[in-house]
C-alpha cells in the first residue's frame, strides 16, 4: 500500500542551511547535503531544498548544491524557491533534481504550469500555495505571504491541478510557527477534492498533529522544518509512533 | 566493468549515473549502438511520455538495437514499461520484450483516485536474482500514471488499486516499475544485484 510521506524542508541561502542545531551525527549542521543526507538515513521519505538567497549568484550557487545533493541522497528530492522560467527548472532537474516546485511566478502566470507540465511530466511539478484564513475563507498570499489576493485558496488549487501540477504543497499561514497543528479543514477540503497528492505545511508540534492531519485531513505527505531542525522530534520515533497508530508508513 | 545508461529523450539519466557512481560502479550515458551493445550491462531509464519517447528511440533504431542485447539490461519505470508490447498511453506500440499491456490507473467506482502514485509503496512476491538482497514487503519510490498488468514475466507485485507488476524479468531483460535509484537502501541493492549479474 502506498505509504504517507514524512518530509523535512531545509531553507537554504547562499548555498548553506539557515535553521538547524548540530547534531551528533554530522560535522556541520549549515551544510544542506549532511543535514539531507542524516534525515534520509534517519527514514525521511523526500525532502525540500527551499531556497530563500536573493542575490543574483542564485542560479549559480544552486545548480551547484543541487548537483552535491543528487550525488549524495538516495531519496527524491523537490527544489523550491524563485522559479519562474522553464529554463530555470530544466536546469535544475538536469542537475539531478526530482521535483522543482514553483509558487508565486505560477500565479501571476498560470500558463507557466501548462509549459512546465508539457515539457517535463506533471509528476515533478510541485505548486505551492501559501494561504491565510480571514473573512471566513481561506485565501492565497504571495510573495512569501507578504502579498494578499483575492484568489480562494480552493479555486487556485484547482485551476493549477487543471493546468498540469502534479503536487499541491498547502502551507497555512495560520498555523506555520504555532506548533499547534496543521490547518485540518482546508488540507482536507484540497485533499478530498483534488486529484493529485496534498502535503500539508504549517502547524506541526507534536506527533499527534502528524497523525491528525493523515487520518482526519486525509493529506497524503506532510513537511515541517524546525521540529526536526531543533531536534523536538526525531523522524524514527515520529514513524514508530504512527505505525504504533495504524497509518501507513514506510520504515 | 562498464555499465552503459541509454541516453534519450526521456530519462532521468543524471539520477541513475549518480546512484552508479555512490556504488562505485563505472558507468557511461549514451545513445552510440556500439557503446551499448558493448558495455557489460545496459540500463534504460525513463520519465516522460511513451509516444514521444518511442518515436525518438525508433528514429535512431535504438528500439532494435536495445531488443537485441544479450547482457543484462535494466528498465527502470518509462524504460520498464517501453519493454512491453503496448502502452494505452496515446496508444503507443512499444519494444515488445514483454508480451504485456501497459495501461492507465483507473479509479475504482467513482471514487476520487490520485494519478499518478506518488510515493512509497511495498512490493511482494519477489522472485528473480535481482531481489536477492531485498527484503518481501521492502518500499520502493514509485511516480507513475500507467503500469504494466500482471503476467507469466511479473517477478515482484505492488498494489495501487489493483496488483500489477511491479519488476518483469524475462531472460537477459530485467526491469522495474519503481525508481531504485531513488529507493533509499533497499534500491541500491537491488542496483548492487543487478551490477553483479
Not at chain 1, 517535463?120 to 480571514?134: H, P, Y
Not at chain 2, 488499486?161 to 531513488?182: G, M, W
Request: proline fraction near 3%; charged fraction near 20%.
Amino acid at each position: 500500500m502506498l505509504t504517507k510521506r514524512i518530509i523535512p524542508c531545509l531553507d537554504i541561502k547562499d548555498g548553506r542551511t539557515v535553521k538547524g542545531i548540530n547534531f551528533e551525527n554530522i560535522r556541520d549542521a549549515g551544510d544542506p547535503v549532511e543535514l539531507g543526507a542524516l534525515y534520509a538515513a534517519q527514514g525521511a521519505d523526500e525532502l525540500v531544498f527551499l531556497d530563500i538567497t536573493a542575490t543574483n549568484e542564485r542560479r549559480k550557487t544552486l545548480h551547484e548544491l543541487v548537483t552535491q545533493i543528487a550525488k549524495h541522497i538516495n531519496i527524491p528530492f523537490t527544489v523550491g524557491g524563485g522559479i519562474a522560467a522553464v529554463e530555470d527548472v530544466s536546469v535544475l532537474l538536469s542537475a539531478g533534481a526530482d521535483k522543482v516546485s514553483v509558487n508565486t511566478a505560477a500565479y501571476r502566470n498560470p500558463q507557466l504550469l501548462n509549459d512546465l507540465s508539457k515539457e517535463f511530466g506533471s509528476q515533478c511539478i510541485v505548486l505551492a500555495i501559501d494561504t491565510r484564513f480571514e473573512d471566513g475563507d481561506w485565501f492565497v498570499y504571495l510573495n512569501g505571504g507578504r502579498v494578499k489576493t483575492d484568489t480562494r485558496t480552493e479555486d487556485w488549487a484547482r485551476e493549477a491541478v487543471e493546468r498540469g501540477a502534479g503536487e499541491i504543497l498547502l502551507t497555512s499561514m495560520n498555523n506555520d510557527g504555532t506548533k499547534q497543528g496543521f490547518a485540518l479543514d482546508i488540507t482536507g477540503r484540497l485533499s478530498r477534492n483534488l486529484n493529485v497528492p496534498v502535503i500539508a505545511s504549517g502547524g506541526a508540534g507534536t506527533m499527534e498533529h502528524f497523525a491528525d492531519v493523515f487520518e482526519k485531513a486525509g493529506a497524503d505527505a506532510a513537511l515541517a522544518a524546525s521540529i526536526f531542525h531543533y531536534k523536538e522530534m526525531e523522524i524514527p520515533d515520529l514513524k514508530n509512533y504512527l505505525y504504533q497508530r495504524g497509518v501507513q508508513i514506510r520504515f | 566493468m562498464k555499465t552503459a545508461i541509454l541516453k534519450y529523450n526521456a530519462g532521468n539519466t543524471q539520477s541513475v549515473l549518480f546512484a552508479l557512481e555512490r556504488l562505485g560502479a563505472e558507468a557511461v550515458v549514451t545513445d552510440d549502438p556500439e557503446v551499448l551493445q558493448s558495455a557489460d550491462k545496459v540500463i534504460f531509464p525513463g520519465v516522460g511520455e511513451a509516444s514521444t519517447a518511442m518515436a525518438y528511440l525508433r528514429e535512431r533504431k535504438l528500439d532494435e538495437v536495445l531488443r537485441n542485447l544479450q547482457q543484462p539490461v535494466l528498465g527502470i519505470c518509462l524504460g520498464m514499461q517501453l519493454l512491453c508490447r503496448h502502452s494505452e498511453e496515446n496508444d503507443t506500440p512499444c519494444i515488445g520484450v514483454f508480451d504485456l499491456e501497459v495501461k492507465k490507473f483507473q479509479s475504482p467506482g467513482g471514487n476520487l483516485l490520485k494519478i499518478p502514485q506518488i510515493g512509497w509503496n511495498n512490493i511482494t512476491g519477489l522472485h528473480s536474482v535481482i531481489f536477492e538482497h531485498v527484503p518481501q514487503n521492502a518500499y520502493m519510490y514509485f511516480v507513475h500514471s500507467y503500469y504494466a498488468e500482471l503476467g507469466p514475466d511479473t517477478t515482484a507485485i505492488a498494489n495501487y488499486v489493483i496488483n500489477y507488476s511491479a519488476a518483469l524479468q524475462k531472460d537477459n531483460f530485467y526491469a522495474v516499475q519503481f525508481h531504485p535509484e531513488k529507493s533509499a537502501d533497499a534500491g541500491q541493492s537491488l542496483i548492487e544485484s543487478f551490477l553483479k549479474l
